[in-house]
């Protein structure tokens, strides 16, 4: 195994687990910290400059950060890193004065979204300041796409949308609320734009097609349009016994959202054991919390009727075989059930829909009837024609949608200054000392045994009173003070430099992981093998210097479980090991060469 | 020194030994010594020693005199037993230990100001009654505490950090020790513990004295150019000659020696030292021929290390010598400690 290459931008930003595995690359430590002296705004701009919607996020984000935690790997819980960004956004001053100037004379390019979802509204968030003009369309009479319509204001608060989602209309973007497109060739023809991004997301609900489900139509509810007519009011109440079938979030929304209504009696049918459930784990607690019961193995057969009405539905009760990986080899059916059921809402997934896009326009569908998009460039096979958000790939989640803003902007940007879509701006890495003085770091280096701090929940007899009482009421100040200093500080790099080192092993011998060896160089899965501490997760990258001076032996570091205290640097004498904060650079639109 | 505690956390899958301890269970309060001490280096070799042969944390006796290598006592196996001495005095107090209770592990932690100069008589003396201890000497060559001046094992030529040029001869405690008829004498050094374990870990469980000397570079006073006893110069003149594994009595010999190169002393709880010469033309069971090999290197400017001379010593160890009782004095009947007044009076009555 050869020295390892930190000058590469991805080296020290995979040592960074929780940016390294958010979408967006947000720069969690250093917010973090940003909190922990109270500059709460200067952490919500942290967090804003990459994923643009942090009070949105810091409440419903689907929060891949936390189980890539490296917390999570030296103790039992990750870093509360979700509910942290919401204290930031909690906790903010006004900070419009502090974002990018948008330029009173515009560059003359026109730009139409389709959808004011979290996709278009990045795109616009990026392009504003460049003097572009943006045109969203909304079907609807609010912005927000389904962020507003199908995630219930128990767990999103209009305001708090509002607020976000009116920092970036507030631009300057033209807003066509109410505004359906109907026709992509009209639009493409007629609206005189240079280039066009589909944000639309996936407004489709999987349909059941099982006995009676014609029938008992008036009683059987696909759940996103359920959640959209909750979040419209047009519905306001729901029967006694309420089944849910199906066990992603959707589902876990609905099931909460039935209880606000007035059911009596809900079930979330699940055709599979809990470890196939596609919920995330902390939506299940919180709806088990509110006496919803998760029946598993009950697969629907039929719908019942009597006397034209639904009385209830007929399930199937599978049994399932598995491998010892936990895969299911085979299944069967045991016997059937009935469950009643006054009312049964469907969440067993969404898809898009493209009934507004012709066919001749240039963008090929592949067999799923998906428009086929450049996974880099979020380009169509039409050029101009940009997707993302759940409209390109398929369902996913608010920070990806995100993320697909910022690339369909570069790409936007790129083609309006006449440069190829697929030349992109570079990434980098910056790194800078945190030395202060002998033993003196300008960060809190010092490791903090505090378990992960709940976040306060309004009581169960409050919560139900009505539909919009938010559940969640963020950490309070003592817990986000305890809860920052969990942070292990990732970003703050151990920086080697194998020509100072004297070999004096004060640093392998302080390391409280054992991160740390000097051995003989060698090939990779043959150090790992020979490392102070078991280096099992190859997930983890293994550090390896260049040979020292007076042994040609390698210093080894294994990433996994350092936890950035910063005693080898503080160890060592020569000051071979230095902390140093490094700054992912993700580029965005704005970052681009003219 | 360093201003935080090192975090209580550790590496999720660190082995355990039979005790079902880590390495982090020997560890004790956090150095104050200077960042890159060769003595923080040897602690960590003791840490990893004492738990890789399951020493138990109150079988630990440590004991030491003044100066920075007898601070380091305070910074392994914390629930051992402790004893910081007078300056140069530790032996005295490892002997009484000794002779009170014969059960448990003595190891005394001493350097080159400590054991060859105000202790230098102590450390003879120790040699010569053969007490059941292992002494390690951090040898650095200056005096570290008093910020730097040449200690009685710098070498002839070497420089201090300010440029006077050191022209007293050295004391070579390996080669006094031989000398005075120690049984297991040992040189290493602190920047090698693949080395250095296994010897601390032969030495505990050898059966009288043994010492080992442990080229330990002053990272502030004496690792500048110029100077015989900085990391560099070490790591260029250090010469291993004879390694030795330690091999608990559970154990197969497993390791490959080729024919004739590899001897075994066996230790009286049927573990065993095993020898692997690197220098063909060495014998270090004897006594003689060691020290003159020894001797002979030193001159050529070279540090030999290993483990320099062992030979079984059962007989002439401090108990055996002495005929003590087996068990240590306080499993023993106090009519069995105290004879009383009558017996004392019959005593006193042979002097009147």
Same mark, same amino acid.
């Given at each position: 195994?050869?020295?390892?290459?930190?000058?590469?931008?991805?080296? %020290?930003? +995979?040592?960074?687990?929780?940016?390294?595995?958010?979408?967006?690359?947000?720069?969690?430590?250093?917010?973090?910290?940003?909190?922990?002296?109270?500059?709460?705004?200067?952490?919500?701009?942290?967090?804003?400059?990459?994923?643009?919607?942090?009070?949105?996020?810091? $409440?419903?984000?689907?929060?891949?950060?936390?189980?890539?935690?490296?917390?999570?790997?030296?103790?039992?819980?990750?870093?509360?890193?979700?509910?942290?960004?919401?204290?930031?956004?909690?906790?903010?001053?006004?900070? $419009?004065?502090?974002?990018?100037?948008?330029?009173?004379?515009?560059?003359?390019?026109?730009?139409?979204?389709?959808?004011?979802?979290?996709? @278009?509204?990045?795109?616009?968030?990026?392009? *504003?300041?460049?003097?572009?003009?943006?045109?969203?369309?909304?079907?609807?009479?609010?912005?927000?796409?389904?962020?507003?319509?199908?995630?219930?204001?128990?767990?999103?608060?209009?305001?708090?949308?509002?607020?976000?989602?009116?920092?970036?209309?507030? *631009?300057?973007?033209?807003?066509?609320?109410?505004?359906?497109?109907?026709?992509?060739?009209?639009?493409?023809?007629?609206?005189?734009?240079?280039?066009?991004?589909?944000?639309?997301?996936?407004?489709?609900?999987?349909?059941?097609?099982?006995?009676?489900?014609?029938?008992?139509?008036?009683?059987?509810?696909?759940?996103?349009?359920?959640?959209?007519?909750?979040?419209?009011?047009?519905?306001?109440?729901?029967?006694?016994?309420?089944?849910?079938?199906?066990?992603?979030?959707?589902?876990?929304?609905?099931?909460?959202?039935?209880?606000?209504?007035?059911?009596?009696?809900?079930?979330?049918?699940?055709?599979?054991?809990?470890?196939?459930?596609?919920?995330?784990?902390?939506?299940?607690?919180?709806?088990?919390?509110?006496?919803? /019961?998760?029946?598993?193995?009950?697969?629907?057969?039929?719908?019942?009727?009597?006397?034209?009405?639904? +009385?209830?539905?007929?399930?199937?009760?599978?049994?399932?075989?598995?491998?010892?990986?936990?895969?299911?080899?085979?299944?069967?059916?045991?016997?059937?059930?009935?469950?009643?059921?006054?009312?049964?809402?469907?969440?067993?997934?969404?898809?898009?829909?493209?009934?507004?896009?012709?066919?001749?326009?240039?963008?090929? %569908?592949?067999?799923?009837?998906?428009?086929?998009?450049?996974?880099?460039?979020? /380009?169509?096979?039409?050029?101009?024609?940009? %997707?993302?958000?759940?409209?390109?790939?398929?369902? +996913?989640?608010?920070?990806?949608?995100?993320?697909?803003?910022?690339?369909?902007?570069?790409?936007?940007?790129?083609?309006?200054?006449?440069?190829?879509?697929?030349? $992109?701006?570079?990434?980098?890495?910056?790194?800078?000392?945190?030395?202060?003085? *002998?033993?003196?770091? @300008?960060?809190?280096?010092?490791?903090?045994?505090?378990?992960?701090?709940?976040?306060?929940?309004? @009581?169960?007899?409050?919560?139900?009173?009505?539909?919009?009482?938010?559940?969640?009421?963020?950490?309070?100040?003592?817990?986000?003070?305890?809860?920052?200093?969990?942070?292990?500080?990732?970003?703050?790099?151990?920086?080697?430099?194998?020509?100072?080192?004297?070999?004096?092993?004060?640093?392998?011998?302080?390391?409280?992981?054992?991160?740390?060896? *000097?051995?003989?160089?060698?090939?990779?899965?043959?150090?790992?093998?020979?490392?102070?501490?078991?280096?099992?997760?190859?997930?983890?990258?293994?550090?390896?210097?260049?040979?020292?001076?007076?042994?040609?032996?390698?210093?080894?570091?294994?990433?996994?479980?350092?936890?950035?205290?910063?005693?080898?640097?503080?160890?060592?004498?020569?000051?071979?090991?230095?902390?140093?904060?490094?700054?992912? +650079?993700?580029?965005?639109?704005?970052?681009?060469?003219? | 020194?360093?201003?935080?505690?090192?975090?209580?956390?550790?590496?999720?899958?660190?082995?355990?030994?039979?005790?079902?301890?880590?390495?982090?269970?020997?560890?004790?309060?956090?150095?104050?010594?200077?960042?890159?001490?060769?003595?923080?280096? !040897?602690?960590?070799?003791?840490?990893?020693?004492?738990?890789?042969?399951?020493? &138990?944390?109150?079988?630990?006796?440590?004991?030491?005199?003044?100066?920075?290598?007898?601070?380091?006592?305070? =910074?392994?196996?914390?629930?051992?037993?402790?004893?910081?001495?007078?300056?140069?005095?530790?032996?005295?107090?490892?002997?009484?230990?000794?002779?009170?209770?014969?059960?448990?592990? =003595? !190891?005394? !932690?001493?350097?080159?100001?400590?054991?060859?100069?105000?202790?230098?008589?102590?450390?003879?003396?120790?040699?010569?009654?053969?007490?059941?201890?292992?002494?390690?000497?951090?040898?650095?060559?200056?005096? #570290?505490?008093?910020?730097?001046?040449?200690?009685?094992?710098?070498?002839?030529?070497?420089?201090?950090?300010? #440029?006077?040029?050191?022209?007293?001869?050295?004391?070579?405690?390996?080669?006094?020790?031989?000398?005075?008829?120690? #049984?297991?004498?040992?040189?290493?050094?602190?920047?090698?513990?693949?080395?250095?374990?296994?010897?601390?870990?032969?030495?505990?469980?050898?059966?009288?004295?043994?010492?080992?000397?442990?080229?330990?570079?002053?990272?502030?006073?004496?690792?500048?150019? #110029?100077?015989?006893?900085?990391?560099?110069?070490? &790591?260029?003149? =250090?010469?291993?000659?004879?390694?030795?594994?330690?091999?608990?009595?559970?154990?197969?010999?497993?390791?490959?020696?080729?024919?004739?190169?590899?001897?075994?002393?066996?230790?009286?709880?049927?573990?065993?030292?095993?020898?692997?010469?690197?220098?063909?033309?060495?014998?270090?069971?004897?006594?003689?021929?060691?020290?003159?090999?020894?001797?002979?290197?030193?001159?050529?400017?070279?540090?030999?290390?290993?483990?320099?001379?062992?030979?079984?010593?059962?007989?002439?160890?401090?108990?055996?010598?002495?005929?003590?009782?087996?068990?240590?004095?306080?499993?023993?009947?106090?009519?069995?400690?105290?004879?009383?007044?009558?017996?004392?009076?019959?005593?006193?009555?042979?002097?009147?």
């Amino acid at each position: 195994m050869t020295s390892t290459d930190t000058s590469h931008p991805d080296y %020290f930003h +995979k040592v960074v687990d929780c940016q390294w595995a958010c979408p967006a690359h947000t720069d969690v430590p250093e917010y973090i910290r940003l909190i922990a002296q109270g500059r709460f705004t200067d952490a919500y701009l942290v967090n804003r400059h990459s994923n643009v919607f942090p009070g949105i996020l810091g $409440r419903v984000c689907d929060r891949p950060c936390e189980p890539a935690c490296r917390r999570g790997r030296v103790e039992e819980k990750p870093v509360a890193i979700c509910r942290l960004k919401r204290v930031a956004a909690d906790h903010k001053d006004d900070y $419009r004065d502090r974002l990018p100037a948008i330029p009173t004379q515009k560059n003359g390019k026109k730009i139409a979204c389709i959808g004011a979802g979290c996709a @278009s509204l990045t795109v616009a968030n990026d392009l *504003m300041p460049l003097g572009y003009e943006v045109t969203i369309f909304e079907q609807f009479a609010t912005a927000g796409g389904l962020m507003r319509t199908n995630i219930p204001s128990f767990r999103l608060p209009a305001a708090v949308l509002d607020e976000e989602i009116g920092t970036i209309v507030d *631009m300057g973007v033209d807003l066509r609320l109410g505004h359906r497109v109907e026709s992509l060739r009209a639009l493409l023809e007629e609206g005189g734009f240079d280039a066009v991004f589909v944000g639309s997301g996936a407004p489709k609900g999987k349909e059941l097609n099982i006995p009676g489900r014609h029938e008992a139509a008036a009683n059987v509810h696909i759940g996103i349009a359920w959640l959209e007519s909750i979040a419209f009011e047009h519905v306001q109440n729901v029967g006694k016994n309420v089944l849910i079938i199906g066990v992603g979030n959707t589902a876990m929304d609905c099931c909460r959202s039935a209880l606000r209504l007035g059911a009596q009696s809900v079930k979330v049918m699940a055709r599979k054991p809990r470890q196939f459930f596609k919920a995330s784990e902390w939506e299940l607690e919180d709806a088990e919390a509110e006496s919803v /019961e998760i029946v598993i193995n009950r697969s629907p057969k039929s719908f019942v009727l009597e006397g034209g009405r639904l +009385k209830g539905m007929m399930f199937e009760v599978m049994e399932y075989e598995f491998d010892a990986r936990g895969r299911i080899v085979a299944e069967r059916v045991a016997g059937e059930e009935f469950y009643p059921a006054d009312d049964v809402i469907l969440a067993i997934g969404q898809e898009n829909a493209f009934p507004w896009i012709e066919r001749d326009l240039g963008i090929e %569908f592949d067999k799923w009837d998906v428009p086929k998009v450049d996974p880099v460039t979020f /380009e169509s096979t039409r050029p101009g024609v940009f %997707f993302g958000g759940d409209a390109a790939f398929g369902p +996913k989640n608010i920070i990806w949608s995100v993320e697909h803003g910022h690339q369909a902007a570069i790409s936007i940007h790129q083609r309006c200054l006449g440069k190829p879509v697929s030349e $992109r701006p570079p990434r980098g890495m910056n790194l800078q000392s945190r030395k202060m003085g *002998m033993h003196e770091w @300008s960060y809190a280096n010092d490791y903090s045994m505090t378990e992960r701090r709940l976040v306060p929940h309004v @009581s169960l007899k409050e919560r139900f009173k009505k539909l919009n009482i938010e559940v969640e009421l963020g950490f309070t100040a003592e817990q986000a003070a305890a809860e920052v200093q969990r942070c292990l500080n990732c970003d703050v790099q151990t920086v080697f430099d194998a020509k100072l080192c004297i070999e004096c092993d004060a640093c392998i011998d302080i390391c409280p992981v054992d991160c740390l060896t *000097m051995t003989a160089a060698g090939p990779e899965e043959q150090l790992r093998t020979r490392l102070k501490a078991p280096a099992t997760n190859v997930t983890q990258a293994l550090y390896v210097s260049d040979p020292l001076k007076f042994t040609q032996r390698v210093m080894v570091k294994d990433e996994d479980v350092c936890v950035h205290c910063g005693l080898c640097a503080e160890r060592c004498p020569t000051a071979a090991w230095d902390m140093q904060k490094s700054w992912v +650079k993700w580029p965005h639109a704005a970052d681009q060469a003219v | 020194m360093t201003f935080i505690p090192k975090p209580k956390i550790s590496h999720p899958s660190l082995p355990r030994n039979e005790l079902g301890l880590t390495r982090r269970d020997y560890e004790g309060a956090l150095s104050t010594l200077c960042a890159g001490c060769g003595h923080d280096s !040897i602690t960590a070799g003791i840490i990893e020693a004492c738990w890789g042969i399951s020493v &138990r944390p109150e079988n630990l006796v440590k004991l030491s005199g003044i100066g920075c290598s007898s601070k380091t006592t305070a =910074y392994f196996v914390s629930g051992g037993h402790g004893f910081n001495s007078v300056h140069g005095r530790m032996p005295s107090i490892a002997m009484g230990a000794n002779a009170a209770n014969r059960d448990l592990y =003595y !190891i005394g !932690i001493s350097g080159d100001g400590d054991s060859l100069s105000i202790g230098l008589g102590q450390f003879c003396h120790a040699i010569r009654r053969n007490v059941n201890m292992l002494y390690i000497i951090e040898n650095n060559g200056v005096y #570290g505490l008093t910020k730097g001046q040449f200690s009685a094992s710098a070498d002839i030529g070497t420089k201090a950090k300010k #440029g006077e040029v050191n022209q007293q001869p050295p004391i070579d405690p390996v080669l006094l020790a031989m000398n005075l008829g120690a #049984g297991f004498v040992a040189r290493s050094f602190s920047g090698d513990k693949a080395q250095l374990v296994p010897l601390i870990q032969a030495g505990l469980k050898y059966p009288g004295f043994a010492l080992i000397d442990v080229l330990s570079p002053c990272v502030t006073f004496n690792d500048h150019e #110029g100077s015989t006893k900085s990391y560099a110069f070490t &790591r260029e003149n =250090y010469e291993p000659v004879v390694e030795a594994d330690f091999v608990p009595k559970q154990r197969e010999i497993t390791a490959d020696y080729a024919a004739g190169e590899a001897m075994s002393v066996m230790l009286h709880d049927g573990s065993r030292v095993v020898l692997r010469k690197l220098a063909a033309d060495y014998d270090p069971t004897d006594a003689h021929a060691s020290y003159d090999y020894v001797q002979q290197h030193i001159a050529q400017g070279e540090y030999l290390t290993g483990l320099l001379h062992c030979r079984p010593t059962v007989a002439t160890e401090f108990h055996a010598l002495n005929r003590t009782p087996d068990a240590p004095l306080n499993q023993l009947p106090f009519s069995a400690l105290n004879p009383g007044s009558r017996q004392l009076e019959k005593l006193m009555a042979r002097y009147r």
